[in-house]
Antibody, heavy 117, light 111 residues
Framework: EVQLVESGGGLVQPGGSLTLSCAASGFIVSDNYMNWVRQAPGKGLEWVSVIYSGGSTYYVDSVKGRFTISRHNSENTVYLQMNSLRPEDTAVYYC???????????WGQGTLVTVSS | QSALTQPASVSGSPGQSITISCTGTSSDVGGYNYVSWYQQHPGKAPKLMIYDVTNRPSGVSNRFSGSKSGNTASLNISGLQADDEADYYCNSYTRSSPLGVFGGGTKLTVL
């Protein structure tokens, strides 16, 4: 079965760090463009980051320099390292696989990150 | 980049058809045939319903269809059913970023 399972969310203080994991099954992460999309409570979707199959990475402006997307090929897992967290980073973070340009066909169940003192 | 513009809410009765619009610019919706639509039920992950403006993934009902005219893409849902009640988001490729840009979302209420 093709699926993504996220983990690693939780409560963190402003300025703190957290690493999210996204374990894939049924397909090979390194052969695909893998993404992180977030949704703040009661708000819409925001595309946060992508890692291409070739290894290039891109970020939305609001997280540049603070978040790092990576993958571990042997574990078939994608990560999102989040540093210098801010209250506005509070959201459910989804991992998603790109089917074709701007189309995300496989989504994880999401993991909640709460940044608060 | 700015979010695409969607109506905040639409509604329809069971069996009716509705259309949700998604307006962008020539730098995103109008410039490329890379518009996708997602359905999201409360507390659940989004589900891809339409990609490349008009294509349906395997398993998605043919009651869902997509189109585009100029800078506006549209999602049409025919034969409304209770389970169609959900939030719907559009997304488009944009030349200003390798990341796509989402619409603000539309809440569909089935009366």
């Amino acid at each position: 079965e093709v699926q993504l399972v996220e983990s690693g969310g939780g409560l963190v203080q402003p300025g703190g760090s957290l690493t999210l994991s996204c374990a894939a099954s049924g397909f090979i992460v390194s052969d695909n463009y893998m993404n992180w999309v977030r949704q703040a409570p009661g708000k819409g979707l925001e595309w946060v980051s992508v890692i291409y199959s070739g290894g290039s990475t891109y970020y939305v402006d609001s997280v540049k320099g603070r978040f790092t997307i990576s993958r571990h090929n042997s574990e078939n897992t994608v990560y999102l390292q989040m540093n210098s967290l801010r209250p506005e980073d509070t959201a459910v973070y989804y991992c998603a696989k790109l089917l074709t340009t701007a189309a995300l066909d496989i989504w994880g169940q999401g993991t909640l990150v709460t940044v608060s003192s | 980049q700015s979010a695409l513009t969607q109506p905040a809410s639409v509604s329809g009765s069971p069996g009716q058809s509705i259309t949700i619009s998604c307006t962008g610019t020539s730098s995103d919706v109008g410039g490329y045939n890379y518009v996708s639509w997602y359905q999201q039920h409360p507390g659940k992950a989004p589900k891809l319903m339409i990609y490349d403006v008009t294509n349906r993934p395997s398993g998605v009902s043919n009651r869902f269809s997509g189109s585009k005219s100029g800078n506006t893409a549209s999602l049409n849902i025919s034969g409304l059913q209770a389970d169609d009640e959900a939030d719907y988001y559009c997304n488009s490729y944009t030349r200003s970023s390798p990341l796509g840009v989402f619409g603000g979302g539309t809440k569909l209420t089935v009366l």
